[in-house]
């Protein structure tokens, strides 16, 4: 069956650069979570968007941004990178919201 | 406000041993949806089972199981004979049924090593 993609797997920005990931949620879910991992934690939920739309909104910085595509896709934008944002980056889909959120194998950000 | 604990910050097992893992949330919601998932050293978040608070039968998938207790707000998964395959760090998750977007809460994750 198919899962949620994300692209990249691994990257490695410098402070202050501009970081843009990618995920492409299993065909047919409408909505797109977006979690974020720092080392020893547990996922903490970033940004949501239910039909293109954004629906919820968590602990996300200023510095990012995030949009759904009318493929259903969805991109998180991360400028102005600092040593804290090194996490691994999750995208969930589901199909509707409330039902079970599937995720992606996750963006493993390195900020040096 | 939601939260989940989950006391247990590691628990190291022989193979075989049964072990459960133990899951306390609260929320305010009447409607709300639990969840396991397994982290293996990998890094994948991997869905084990969804629950919804309507529904508090427990549930048994071959060598797992869960008991999920609304008078006393736990959610408890058991593997039964465990195995080195088990190891893996396991998050306990709570989600409210407000429609729109249902944000997932995860506890702080129980690390789990079987040893062979």
């Known amino acids: 069956a198919a899962g949620v993609i994300q692209s990249p797997r691994h990257l490695i920005k410098e402070k202050r650069e501009t970081a843009t990931l990618k995920c492409y949620p299993i065909?047919?879910?409408?909505?797109v979570y977006w979690y974020q991992q720092g080392p020893g934690q547990d996922p903490q939920f970033l940004i949501s968007f239910y039909e293109k739309m954004q629906s919820d909104k968590g602990s996300i910085p200023d510095r990012f941004s995030a949009q759904q595509f009318s493929d259903y896709h969805s991109e998180l934008n991360m400028s102005s990178l600092e040593l804290g944002d090194s996490a691994l980056y999750f995208c969930?889909?589901?199909f509707g919201a409330g039902e079970t959120q599937y995720f992606g194998p996750g963006t493993r950000l390195l900020v040096l | 406000a939601q939260k989940v604990t989950q006391a247990q910050t590691e628990i190291s097992v022989v193979e075989k041993e049964d072990v459960t893992l133990d899951c306390v949330y609260e929320?305010?919601?009447?409607?709300?949806?639990l969840f396991w998932y397994k982290q293996p050293p990998s890094g994948e978040l991997v869905f084990l089972i969804r629950r919804n608070s309507f529904d508090e039968q427990n549930e048994i998938s071959g060598r797992y199981s869960w008991n999920f207790q609304k008078s006393t707000s736990s959610f408890n998964f058991t593997i039964t004979a465990s195995q080195v395959v088990d190891s893996a760090v396991y998050f306990c998750a709570l989600s409210e049924g407000r429609g729109g977007s249902e944000k997932l809460v995860f506890g702080k994750g129980t690390k789990l090593t079987v040893n062979p």
């Open positions: 929320t305010r919601d009447t409607t709300y949806y």
């Open positions: 065909p047919r879910h409408d909505t």
């Open positions: 969930a889909s589901s």
